[in-house]
């Protein structure tokens, strides 16, 4: 009679393996989950800063068809103008009073430039500008 060898070398997975591999994928998945929130963070971040430098580009166009504010005028160094809603955002609007490029003698071709700084905050967090923007102005 033919005898059966038994093999205890048997081929599968034991419990403890099981679980030691469901504990490694659960902490890195735990893993790649933080990372979703701040991506989203990250978007809108980056979608409040794409709509103010729209509204700063708009902004300064505007500021260009108006020259500089009767207020401004007369002051020597720099004429800030502050706004307190532009679509939701507070903006200051900071001239720089002594021109970049002056007028030279009587050539109408020439004019005077002077420097406009935009800025856009958010309500309540005033110390950090979302977006800013620079451009000029003529006399």
Known sequence: MKRLRVDNNERGVTLVELLASLVILGIVFVGFMTVFPQMTNFNEKTGSKLETMNLARSKLEEIKDMGIPAECKGIIDRCEISDDNVEGYKVTIQYKMTPDLKKEG??????????????????????KPVSETFGYVRD
């Open 106 to 127: 009587e050539p109408t071709e020439q004019v005077a430039l002077y420097q406009v700084h935009i800025k856009f905050f958010r309500p309540g967090h005033e110390n």
